[in-house]
Structures are given as C-alpha cells and as structure tokens.
C-alpha cells in the first residue's frame, strides 16, 4: 500500500504532490488499522463491563483469541507472499511455521546443542526464521524445478515427511506424537530488548507479564502477549511489505503474471523465486516461534502438518490472495467466526448467548415435530462451527474471489491498483 | 556483424526443423526471415535467444568487439547480452499497467532488480525510461491501463515496447504484423523502420508488403534451410523463392502498400 507505481509515474510536477498524497493516504490507512488494533483491548474490557455485556462476549473475539490471529496471521501473510506474489502453492508451508516453533520448545528444554535453554526468545525467533530458510533453501532448490500443481505437490511432499519424522523422533520428547511442551524453562518467553529487564516483557498465558501504569492502566498477562505479539507482526508486516513493493517485489508480480516473459527479458526467475521463497520462510519461522512462545508446547499437527498450510490458504482466500495484509483479515474472520459458532469456555458465542438470554417458556416451544427451540438451537449451532466456516469458504470462493481486502481495495482504489 | 550462427541445425526426433543455418546480421541492418509456415522461423528464434537448445552448430554474440558464445545460454543471459524479443502471439504481463509492462524490462537490463528494500518507484531512471519508450511506440496515453485491457494493434506495440526496453543489440520481431487490421500496417511499418534506425532488427514476416518495404535484405528459410539470401529486389526475382514461397507476388504491390496491404499472408 506505498506509493503506487501510477501515482509516482506521473510526470513534472505533479509527480512529488501526487506521491506524496499518496504516501499519507495509504499510510494513513496503515496507522488507522493499527490504531483500531491497539485500542481493541480496551475497547473490548469496556464492552464487556458495559450494560451490553452479553452481546459484546458473544461478538467479539476474546485478547487471547486475537493473540493467535495476530501469530497465525503472520504465517498466513508469509504465505501469500510467496503464494500470492510468485502466483507458485507453497502447500508445505507450515513446515517454515513448525521449524520455527520446534526450534523454541526445543532450546527451552535444552535439546538444541550450543544454545543454552536460557537463550533470549527475541534471538530465538530470529534463528527459527534463519533455519526455516536453511529449509527453504533445500525445499525451494528441488521444487522450484517444477511448476503450477506439481510444486504444491513436492511441497507438500517434503512437508508431510518432516511431519511424520517430528511425530516419530523420539529425542524431542517422551512421546513426540503429542508434541512437546517447553518443561526446562519456568518463566516467560520475553519479548524486547534482550538482556534488559525494563524493555522486555514476557508472554504466555500464565507465564506472561502484567503492567501496571500509574495505577490507572492495567493489563493482564493476555493483553501484555497480544500487545507484545503484536509489535514483532508489524515489524515483520511492513519488512514484508518493502520487499512487496521493491524492484525484487515487482519482479515477483511479472513472474506471477507471465514466467516465460520474465525470463525472455532478462530475470533468472529461479533465483527470484528461490529468494522469495525463503524470505516467506523467515517470516513464517517467527510466527511459529511466536505461536511456541505463546502456548509454550507444539504438536506436529500445529508445526508441520498440511492443514496448518490449509488454515493459512483458508486466510489468504477469505482476506484476499496477493494483498500481503489481507491474510491477517481473512484470518481474524476465520477465528471470529470460529469463535462465535463455538460452544461455551471457549470464548463464548451465539450458543451460550441464546441458552442464556432465551427464556424458558420459549426455549420449550415445539417448533416442528416435538422439537423445542432449545434444541433446535443445539442441532443447528452445538459443535457446528466448523460447518458454517466451510460454507462461508464456498461462498468467499464463489462471489468474493478477490477477498476482503482485495475487493476492498479494487472498489476504493479503482483509479491507481497496487500492482 | 553483432550476431552469426554456424551450421546452426534444431531436430525434434526425426523432423529436421532447423537444418545447418549459417546466418550473419549486421549491426545497422534490418533483415527479414521469411518461408512458408513450418521452415523453421520461429524454432530458428527460440534457438537463437536459448529457449531451445541447438541439436548442432553455434550461436555467437558480438558484444564489446568480442564475439562470445552464447548456444547453450539460457534466454534471461542471452537477454542480458543483448538479445531481446518480440512474440508472435501475444505474451504480456496482462494484470499489469502497461508503464510497468515496460518499466520491468528496463529494470531488468539495469542493476537494480535484486534490490529488496527500496521502492520501486524510488527508481526513477526506469520509469522514465518506460515512459520515453511508451512515447516512441505509440502509446503514452494508454500507459496507466492494464495491458491486458488494450486492444489487439495496442498490444502488438506493446510486446515491441517490452522488447525495447531491454536495451536490445538485436531485435528479433516475431510478425509484429499478426492479426493486425489492414489500416494499421502503415503503423507497424513506420514502427519497425523507427526501431531499425538504431537497432539490429531480424523481422519475421508474412506481409510482403511490409517486408520489401523495410528490409535491407530478405532470407529465405524453407522446410529448415536457408535457400536464398540477399537484397529484396534480388529475391523477389529468384526463381527457387518464388516457386517455395512468394507465388504470384509482383512488383507494384510495394510502392502502394495500403492497396496492397493483404500482401501474401
């Protein structure tokens, strides 16, 4: 969403008035979505506590639900950024994201030789990214020789063996099938400056920090996470975002667009492919480690397995394949809807909601043959969350095939598109 | 000379498709390839821009007073050496604008395309070298439209524009006439001889119009062999010629070319 190639074309002096318009639209846009984001906390604590109390716990997503949609938002932007950018499936990607949070657990309890289970998390994330681009690297170097459904095949391929390996190795764990938990390291995963106390601050359900500011803010261990989780995304967010609109980023586009064309004018596209592919897997090796840090344990089926890939594909489709941010939205819809169809303890939703605020005289009406509203609701809504979610899939395939947010931009920004 | 092949020779199994072409271009020529559908015209440009590989023989480049060896390149190096194309059917990048469509190709001739941090636009020398390209084909005022948006004439000029860009020793223009409407010709032609003047242009045609009209020699290619080569007057009269490929051409239909503009196609 920088400058967009038309607006900064435009020739005299129209050229610098016109960009820098530009330039404080689009990140005018960037600062109001963070913004929204910032004061959702807040927003929500008041919300909950306000005489709407009930509608606001049954709509909105809880602080701790929007941890995970900012961690696993991430690992869907990386993979619209080689997916949706090179127009080339990476269906292994949660390899990238299982790297990333293997290598924390791992460190944590003492079972990477050479880093110290004391190892600061900030330096963890970073080498989970690096080695998830080691993978990247050799994953990228034998499937980039193959193209369209082949390569989301070999992909998968390399990423189905690793996680049968990880299920199957016993040095990670006792039992690597139910995945490991981090058992060597009691306090809190901390995010900031390393080595000093006062700029960091640790995350975690239960081993998360708590903030109190002149006696009037105060944030629990969830809202420090969400906040602190948050920070590390937007640094990563808008690194992706500068490469997406760099002469690299460009050339990505074209390869998208027309690879043979590419090539004819003078791209090696192997070479750009292969290093788009790894910049994703550094993103997408942060946001496992996040996600490690955060839950503190990782299974295989949340590392390596294809439907943590399905999950980012299901994001970058519903927010929007190619728009960098989009996935973030599309993953914040997928959960909000998950969480609202849910049963109660889990956030709560539609279903607590009506068991709670129907009355009884009309939960026991007998809508149709003997059944009662009550149960009605329980067969339509009782565990059917994930039903609804593929539904709303079919018709996000069906009638918004550019997204949430592509839509979004293609009515907002007909005159001057992104790309 | 910027380019010559030896006994250049393309099979596919058992089908001879390019049969020992020895081929020379000059620097401040415009030549034109022409033969029958199948000779070989266009395997003979995949060859010499490295899409395909030769079965035999050499493709040499003249770069900086040196002729180096490019038969096994592959096309992004033969690309970088100089050596750019046109497609006979149409190949863009259609969701793009069409200033972009220009703007990537000069920016893959310049250094800058690895660069992953700044903004493309921050790269003004491409933009506006995209721009000054735009202008000479045509189609300044068309730039901030998606290429896949022009019409037919439009993106014929394009894929010219696209291969300019590269900052070409040798153009090869793969029929920039194709499926182009009969009123347009006097535009295309007007583009290849503009393109000419500082270029070295191999042309494949099928309008003989166009081609006696812009070539300073004609090579004749048939069934993968070279069977006449030299100046158009010389092989518009060369019996072996007529009776592979030009029929029933006569002179006359040259010097009135928007009569004649159906040519033999």
């Known amino acids: 969403m920088a400058i967009s190639p038309s607006a900064s074309g435009v020739s005299g002096a129209n050229a610098l008035a016109s960009s820098l318009r530009s330039y404080a639209r689009d990140h005018a846009v960037h600062l109001l979505v963070i913004a929204v984001l910032a004061a959702y906390p807040g927003v929500y604590a008041v919300a909950v506590n306000s005489p709407f109390s009930a509608e606001a716990v049954a709509l909105l997503p809880r602080v701790e639900t929007m941890v995970a949609v900012l961690y696993f938002g991430l690992f869907a932007v990386s993979f619209d950024f080689v997916s949706g950018y090179t127009g080339y499936l990476s269906f292994g990607h949660a390899t990238f994201y299982g790297v990333g949070a293997y290598l924390v657990v791992l460190t944590a309890n003492g079972k990477i030789p050479l880093l110290p289970a004391s190892t600061p998390f900030v330096l963890l994330l970073v080498l989970g990214g690096l080695l998830a681009?080691?993978?990247?690297?050799?994953?990228?170097?034998?499937?980039?020789?193959?193209?369209?459904?082949?390569?989301?095949?070999?992909?998968?391929?390399?990423?189905?063996?690793?996680?049968?390996?990880?299920?199957?190795?016993?040095?990670?764990?006792?039992?690597?099938?139910?995945?490991?938990?981090?058992?060597?390291?009691?306090?809190?995963?901390?995010?900031?400056?390393?080595?000093?106390?006062?700029?960091?601050?640790?995350?975690?359900?239960?081993?998360?920090?708590?903030?109190?500011?002149?006696?009037?803010?105060h944030l629990t261990a969830a809202e420090v996470s969400y906040y602190m989780v948050g920070i590390v995304v937007l640094v990563c967010y808008f690194a992706m975002q500068r490469v997406v609109h760099s002469p690299f980023g460009r050339t990505l586009v074209a390869i998208r667009e027309n690879e043979e064309r590419a090539r004819a004018i003078g791209y090696n596209t192997f070479y750009y492919k292969l290093g788009a592919f790894a910049i994703s897997a550094f993103f997408a090796g942060i946001a496992g480690g996040l996600f490690a840090g955060y839950r503190r344990s990782v299974t295989p089926e949340s590392g390596f397995y294809f439907l943590t890939t399905g999950d980012a594909l299901l994001a970058s489709i519903i927010g929007g394949f190619g728009t960098l941010a989009g996935p973030l939205y599309g993953h914040l819809f997928d959960e909000g809807v998950r969480e609202f169809l849910s049963k109660g303890g889990s956030g709560g939703g539609l279903l607590p909601y009506l068991r709670e605020n129907v009355g009884q005289g009309t939960m026991e009406t007998v809508v149709y043959n003997g059944m009662t509203v009550g149960e009605t609701i329980d067969v339509f809504l009782n565990g059917r969350a994930a039903l609804y979610v593929g539904v709303v899939f079919v018709l996000f395939v069906l009638y918004v095939p550019n997204g949430l947010l592509g839509t979004v931009r293609d009515r907002l920004i007909l005159s001057d598109r992104d790309d | 000379m910027v380019l010559r092949t030896r006994g250049l020779t393309k099979q596919f199994g058992g089908l001879t498709a390019v049969d020992g072409v020895e081929f020379d271009l000059a620097a401040d020529e415009c030549c034109s390839l022409i033969g029958p559908n199948g000779a070989g015209k266009t395997t003979f440009f995949d060859l010499l821009t490295g899409k395909l590989t030769p079965t035999a023989g050499t493709v040499e480049l003249r770069t900086a007073g040196d002729w180096i060896d490019v038969t096994d390149a592959p096309p992004h190096r033969t690309a970088g050496f100089g050596l750019h194309r046109s497609y006979q059917i149409t190949n863009l990048f259609t969701e793009n604008t069409v200033r972009e469509n220009v703007r990537i190709a000069a920016q893959a001739a310049g250094g800058d395309a690895m660069n992953c941090w700044h903004n493309a636009g921050a790269f003004e020398e491409y933009i506006t070298e995209a721009e000054a390209i735009l202008d000479r084909v045509g189609l300044a005022e068309d730039a901030d439209e998606s290429a896949g948006a022009l019409s037919h004439g439009a993106k014929r000029q394009l894929e010219i524009a696209v291969a300019l860009a590269g900052d070409p020793d040798v153009l090869l223009l793969d029929e920039p006439n194709a499926g182009v409407s009969s009123e347009s010709v006097g535009d295309v032609v007007a583009l290849i001889e503009d393109v000419a003047t500082d270029h070295a242009v191999l042309l494949v045609e099928h309008n003989m119009d166009i081609v006696m009209t812009v070539s300073d020699r004609i090579v004749v290619l048939n069934q993968g062999s070279v069977i006449a080569d030299g100046e158009p007057a010389a092989v518009r009269a060369d019996e072996t010629v007529q009776r592979a490929y030009l029929g029933g051409y006569e002179r006359g239909d040259v010097d009135d070319h928007t009569e004649g503009a159906g040519g033999v196609a």
């Open chain 1, 133 to 217: 681009v080691v993978f990247a690297v050799i994953i990228g170097a034998v499937s980039f020789r193959l193209s369209g459904v082949y390569f989301a095949m070999i992909t998968l391929g390399f990423s189905q063996v690793l996680y049968v390996f990880v299920r199957d190795w016993g040095y990670l764990g006792s039992n690597p099938r139910d995945g490991v938990a981090v058992t060597g390291r009691t306090e809190g995963f901390e995010i900031g400056v390393p080595g000093v106390d006062s700029l960091s601050l640790a995350v975690g359900q239960l081993t998360g920090d708590t903030v109190e500011l002149l006696g009037v803010v």
